[in-house]
């Protein structure tokens, strides 16, 4: 036996039997989880797990048969997902996340929400003060796809058949208007949002001006329905679902005036530092010390 093979052999037979106690109680901790060892395993799990991690990187300074070195960096990494990695249920994961995580990162930028929100109710405003003012501005605000059909030389019976949900759309057969104007609606907040979140490295400016041009058509849209008498009916509809993919733009939009200033106005740390921070924030990963 070489003076190589021989060192090997001294290293595994003082150390083995450690390796084996751990690897023991990671298939136990595998069947029936952390909650289900007794009290002296779960004392003993960290301890051999550092073991184990010393033993990798004492093969590894001293060179030792690389599938011994390969057997310990299994080994440890298994360990550590045992003893550091997230054991949560799905079910304690989104009451975590929804119950502790969320509102937190809500709390944290809540300046930027606050903004965020103001921006949208100006353009909410400015839109249906314009609109009111001169119903021909209307169709300079609202795209054909947006308006659907639907302007100033629309009658109060047209318009409210579609709030009623009447009528169907002449591109889609068997589909309702409104059906059809709820989707693009749908999918028009999303991109949006999606868009604030995206933009918002751009120093925040057209986070702004997303934020006041989507209060702009909403605006708009009130004002004609207010014009033709249906005022109440229009934001009837509009609230109950308008209120929370509006207030997911808003959120989204905070996330981007939050990348933003982390351009603008970096702090302690780099700009490059900060826009990540401020990423991990804005994507639902706490930061540092959360």
Not at 185 to 204: Q, W
Not at 252 to 272: D, E, Q, W
Request: net charge neutral; charged share 20%; hydrophobic share 45%.
């Amino acid at each position: 036996m070489s003076h190589f093979e021989l060192r090997s052999y001294e290293f595994r037979r003082e150390r083995e039997a450690g390796w084996r106690e751990l690897e023991a109680l990671l298939e136990r901790a595998g069947d029936v989880g952390l909650k289900g060892l007794e009290a002296d395993e779960l004392h003993r799990l960290p301890v051999l797990y550092r073991a184990a991690v010393s033993s990798l990187s004492v093969a590894r300074a001293i060179s030792l048969d690389r599938n011994l070195v390969t057997y310990l960096e299994s080994l440890a990494a298994r360990s550590y997902l045992q003893v550091y990695g997230t054991k949560l249920a799905t079910r304690d994961a989104l009451a975590r996340f929804f119950g502790r995580v969320f509102p937190g990162l809500v709390r944290e930028m809540g300046r930027a929400v606050g903004l965020s929100i103001l921006l949208l109710l100006l353009g909410v405003g400015a839109g249906y003060s314009l609109v009111l003012g001169d119903l021909d501005r209307y169709e300079g605000l609202v795209s054909p796809a947006m308006a659907n059909g639907r302007g100033p030389a629309s009658t109060r019976e047209e318009l409210l058949e579609v709030l009623e949900g009447g009528g169907f759309d002449p591109r889609e057969e068997g589909v309702g208007v409104l059906a059809t104007f709820a989707g693009y609606l749908f999918s028009h907040n999303a991109r949006i949002g999606m868009l604030c979140f995206g933009l918002g490295f751009a120093a925040g400016i057209p986070v702004i001006l997303l934020l006041f041009s989507n209060g702009l058509l909403l605006g708009a849209m009130g004002a004609l329905h207010h014009h033709k008498g249906l005022g109440v009916e229009f934001w009837a509809w509009v609230l109950p679902h308008g209120v929370t993919e509006l207030l997911a733009v808003a959120l989204c939009g905070a996330a981007g005036l939050a990348l933003g200033r982390a351009l603008v106005v970096p702090g302690r740390h780099s700009r490059l530092q900060e826009l990540a921070l401020a990423g991990r924030r804005g994507h639902g990963s706490p930061g540092p010390g959360s």
